[in-house]
């Protein structure tokens, strides 16, 4: 990875390890080389803006948690509640913004707070996550998986269950409005990557959070806030939960409590892994994030788009994390 | 006969960088074999490379006749080869049966058969003249008595060659002479064994030949009876032996009279193990905390420190008392702790030197949380060069490097903080001589300067050495405060033994 965090020797290495070593580090990048050239070759109109756009918005969301998602595996931990994060904010801005929940003064100040409370909403639980993991010392994956199954559930009593159907373009800007034709979510999303990856390489609390992930014991001897870093990051996961939900709801012009984020852990997990982060934390790369979930999306555009069914293309993903996660074994030999 | 093993001509590169150069290994049958070098001397690669761990780039081995190449540790122990690492490698919450048994169950009708296994388990420690419940978790026991199953697990395998890196560094000496007489046993078995160890007295006491390796070389090769110990450690180190031993002691007792303690603390008790600790250190000298295995020493500097959380007692650091009690605080009044183990709670293995060594200083190099890299590497260079950190450069990841050069690492994760006060847990275990005395002769010069070194070591020879006061703990009371004359090894062995009263009321008063 050209992005990994975590800075690696220079790359004077001997030379029988060439192949291997350029493999591992830019294993990825690679990969979506060849599936952009292969698509090239056999798939009618892919180079078409239109075909950037379809691809460009079915990512944004998975992108956008698994930046969270690469800063919890990063700290060593993992995030299984973030689908279900995603639905309660999608819950939640309908409500605010059809003034089901309180009367609004005017509708501006109700798509305004539709934007802000929901994904407050969200980080506040992700905060909890991370309450629950150092406060109560449980381990990451059964913290998270509190609120994996009732977060859903919460979202549900919200709306009683009821499909929230609604047309209100100034709100679903963030899911289907353009700038130059690029569209909106696609910025976002790319602001967001830009933002995190800046953060884990020069910032303070970028180094903190490796540190903790490498050696946790270390790194609390050596004066890092342990806990305090940790809770950071999993309010930061549940935050970028929270506007994913928000975009997902947008572009559907639908809120479902029972479908938002479903699936979302599995796929955003998917994402860091076949980008090249260690899931034992201590090593993270969010453009290979970036890259991973472009792989993944690819590889399902690729086979729909050439009429192979839903079903295959869900075996294809699991073979690339499979190779993915084997290739970076490779690098501990 | 020919010899069991022969190594030849191992050539071995990482990063580019060669671990070991054309480097030769024989060990006959039957024979007890030592291994020695400084760290990053290519003792634990020649060994990997054997083992299986890591592919050797070039040259050949031989073992019981036929040419080799394990391709993993498990292929090279079903052939004979045993190891047993310096990291005890065991499963802490299975049973003592399970971790000898582990890999090579016995079966009765597809079921474990259990009563042949506790059996086979009580034989194998039996041996050592160890009698323990083989059914309670590993974990349930000291440290020593896991280094033994370790070692029962590798004689469980039938090995012809059993590997020991550094076996003793957790035992205490009633248990190295029972690892001895279990040594000689498998000798006689005509089982080989390969000894690593910096010990020399284990060495001559145990080993028949020694092999010497001096980077990634092997320089000598020669019966123990017929080296000398100066001729065995000039050619380890490569140098003349009275530039390493004794680089100018002059810790004088001026500092003694510098009024005011850095650090003060009184009456501490912490948990169990420590209940009565009194020591105090002042700026300029360096304090030896002297004591047994479980004596509390440990227990005791981490709750100065703010790592645990004392029951009673005070502790005043710069002035003000029991102000900390988190690590932070104690790095944030000026303290730095170089901890006990550099593996676990140290280094950070995955980052590079420059990342471990300014993870302390981190807030500091920062303008509104983001890392000043310029100064950091700037401040990185300076402190390479000051401490001699060999390493291929500051992006080299911390565990590429030897034990001797993460622990300078380690010091200057402190030493770029500027501390008043420096607390070090056996700051040279698993260290050659040559890097040991380059960390000794740093600590004395630092102490110098005015800082105040806390320092622990299980190495009498070495706090007596270094330190110009010794407070001694016998089961987690502080028994006597030596100074002066009485700083010798003498003493703090009869303090260990029986306690000075008379001292311990100095150390009150």
Redesign the interface.
């Known amino acids: 990875m050209a992005d990994t965090a975590t800075t690696l020797p220079p790359a004077h290495r001997a030379p029988r390890f060439d192949v291997r070593t350029i493999l591992t580090r830019y294993g990825a990048w690679i990969a979506l080389v060849l599936l952009i050239l292969v698509n090239l070759a056999i798939t009618p109109n892919f180079a078409t803006w239109q075909t950037l756009n379809v691809n460009l918005t079915q990512v944004c969301a998975i992108v956008i948690v698994g930046v969270g998602m690469t800063l919890v595996i990063a700290t060593g931990g993992i995030d299984l509640s973030v689908g279900a994060l995603m639905a309660i904010a999608g819950a939640l801005a309908p409500l605010i913004f059809l003034g089901k929940l309180f009367p609004l003064p005017h509708p501006a100040i109700g798509i305004a707070l539709a934007f802000i409370l929901p994904v407050l909403a969200a980080a506040a639980l992700g905060w909890f996550n991370g309450w629950l993991v150092t406060r109560l010392r449980i381990q990451p994956i059964i913290a998270t998986l509190v609120l994996f199954i009732a977060g859903r559930g919460i979202a549900q009593v919200f709306t009683n269950g009821n499909l929230q159907v609604f047309n209100l373009p100034s709100f679903q800007f963030i899911g289907l409005g353009r700038v130059f034709g690029i569209p909106f979510q696609a910025i976002l999303m790319i602001f967001i990557v830009a933002t995190a990856a800046w953060m884990l390489r020069r910032t303070v609390f970028g180094r903190q959070i490796l540190a903790i992930g490498g050696n946790e014991k270390a790194a609390r001897l050596s004066g890092i806030p342990v806990a305090s870093v940790k809770k950071r990051v999993y309010l930061i996961s549940g935050f970028l939960s929270g506007i994913a939900g928000l975009i997902v709801i947008a572009r559907n012009s639908a809120a479902d409590a029972n479908l938002v984020g479903l699936g979302m852990e599995l796929d955003a997990i998917a994402a860091v892994a076949v980008g090249g982060t260690l899931l034992t934390g201590g090593r993270a790369t969010i453009i290979g994030t970036l890259v991973g979930a472009l792989i993944i999306q690819l590889v399902r555009y690729t086979l729909l788009a050439n009429g192979v069914p839903d079903a295959a293309a869900l075996v294809a993903k699991a073979a690339i994390i499979v190779l993915a996660v084997w290739l970076q074994r490779q690098s501990y030999r | 006969m020919a010899p069991l093993l022969t190594m030849h001509g191992i050539d071995k ?1 990482f ?2 960088i060669p671990a070991l150069r054309s480097a030769d290994l024989v060990v006959e049958r039957g024979e007890v074999h030592a291994l020695i070098g400084q760290n990053g001397a290519g003792k634990s690669t020649i060994i990997k490379i054997l083992t299986g761990y890591y592919r050797k ?1 070039a040259g050949e081995i031989l073992f019981d006749g036929r040419p080799v190449e394990f391709s993993s540790p498990q292929e090279a122990q079903r052939a004979g080869i045993s190891t047993i690492y310096q990291e005890i490698n065991l499963v802490p919450y299975r049973s003592v049966t399970e971790n000898i048994c582990l890999g090579r169950e016995k079966r009765r009708f597809g079921l474990l058969n259990w009563s042949a296994m506790h059996a086979e388990a009580r034989a194998l420690l039996a041996r050592f003249k160890i009698d323990i419940d083989v059914r309670r978790p590993l974990m349930a026991y000291p440290t020593a008595i896991q280094q033994m199953v370790a070692i029962a697990r590798a004689i469980g395998f039938e090995a012809k060659l059993v590997i020991m890196d550094e076996p003793t560094s957790s035992l205490d000496e009633r248990e190295v002479e029972v690892l001895f007489n279990v040594i000689r046993q498998l000798r006689q078995a005509d089982v080989s064994v390969i000894f690593v160890s910096h010990k020399l007295d284990e060495l001559y006491a145990v080993c028949d030949r020694v092999t010497i390796m001096r980077d990634g070389r092997t320089v000598q090769v020669a019966p123990m009876n017929q080296l000398s110990r100066i001729d065995l450690v000039t050619s380890m180190l490569g140098r003349e032996l009275s530039q390493v031993l004794h680089e100018g002691h002059d810790t004088t007792d001026t500092a003694s009279e510098t009024p005011g303690s850095v650090l003060e603390v009184r009456n501490l008790a912490i948990g169990r193990k420590v209940s009565d600790v009194s020591f105090d250190v002042r700026p300029g000298e360096i304090v030896g905390l002297a004591g047994l295995l479980g004596a509390g020493r440990t227990e005791s500097v981490r709750a100065v ?1 703010g ?1 645990d959380k004392p029951n009673a007692g005070t502790v005043s650091f710069g002035g003000r008392e029991n102000a900390i009690v988190a ?2 605080d ?3 009044a000026g303290m730095g ?1 170089c ?1 006990e183990d550099r593996k ?9 030197v ?2 471990n060594l300014t ?2 200083l ?2 500091q190099l ?1 303008r509104r ?3 000043d ?1 310029a100064r950091s590497r700037a401040i990185v260079d300076r402190f390479i060069k000051r401490l001699g950190i060999r390493c ?2 500051p ?3 911390i565990r ?1 490097l030897s034990g001797g050069n993460q622990q300078k690492v380690l010091l200057a ?1 402190w030493l770029c903080m500027n501390p008043k006060l420096l607390i070090l847990d056996e700051p040279t275990r698993g260290i050659d001589v040559g890097a040991k005395a380059e960390i000794l002769s740093l600590i004395r010069e630092l102490a110098g300067q005015g800082l105040g070194v806390l320092m622990i070591s299980s190495e009498l020879e070495e706090v007596v050495e270094a330190a110009s006061r010794i407070f001694v703990l016998r089961d987690g009371r502080t028994v006597a405060e030596l100074h002066g004359d009485e700083v010798n090894e003498q003493s703090v062995m009869s303090a260990m033994a029986h306690g000075h009263e008379s001292d311990r009321e100095v150390a009150h008063g």
């Open positions: 590169r990063a580019g780039d420190f790592v690590p932070s104690a790095i944030r702790f901890s676990l709670e140290g280094i950070i293995p995955d980052m590079s420059r990342e993870l302390a981190m807030p920062a949380g983001i890392v890299e291929t450069g992006e080299q990841r590429e994760r």
